[in-house]
């Protein structure tokens, strides 16, 4: 009963607000960069923790999310070769507008998953003009990279104007992250 009584107050909310469901024209002028954190790999034999990256331009959806290796990036020198994992995928999608503040996004992809070793008795340093970046041979064990077709979908509120937090769920992936709505500050609505 409870269910009922929210979602009867939502609608009701909703319809009586005026809100234009599925106006497409709210996506012509919306561009946003995002950054997000989630379990790569997922439903794999290889997963890890990873992060990423995302952009929206004009409802068009394209993110990247890699997990692993976890030891690429120790700092300690030891003559230790780690059984490491590499999870990173590449989606790509379309927000469907239901609300000015509410999205949905089917969307498809492409997952690679492998497994290898990181050699800690390799240091390898890179010197950028402002950072420098020490980590570790990593080799993928042959015969271990598998390729999967990514599919899911994708919720997106938009609680204030400069910000969209979202959520997304996929064969082979689960994120959540925040993208910053980088025409709020351009001043195109």
Known sequence: MKKFF????????????????????????????????????LNSEYHDLGTGVSINVMGFYLDFL?????????????????????????????????????RIMPMVGYCQTNAGLTDATTVNVDVNENTTSIFHDYDVTSGTRKHHFN???????????????YAIGSRYAIYGGISINLDSFIGIE
């Open 66 to 102: 890699q997990g692993g290796p976890a030891h690429k990036h120790d700092i300690h020198v030891t003559n230790t070769l780690y059984n490491d994992s590499v999870a990173f995928h590449i989606n790509a999608g379309y927000q469907i507008p239901v609300l000015k503040w509410l």
């Open 6 to 41: 929210l979602i009867v107050t939502l609608l009701t909310f909703a319809l009586s607000s005026n809100a234009q469901w599925f106006d497409f024209s709210n996506n012509y002028d919306r561009y946003g960069v995002g950054f997000h954190l989630g379990m790569a790999g």
């Open 151 to 165: 599919f899911g979908a994708g919720l997106f509120i938009k609680p204030i104007r400069w910000i969209e937090i």
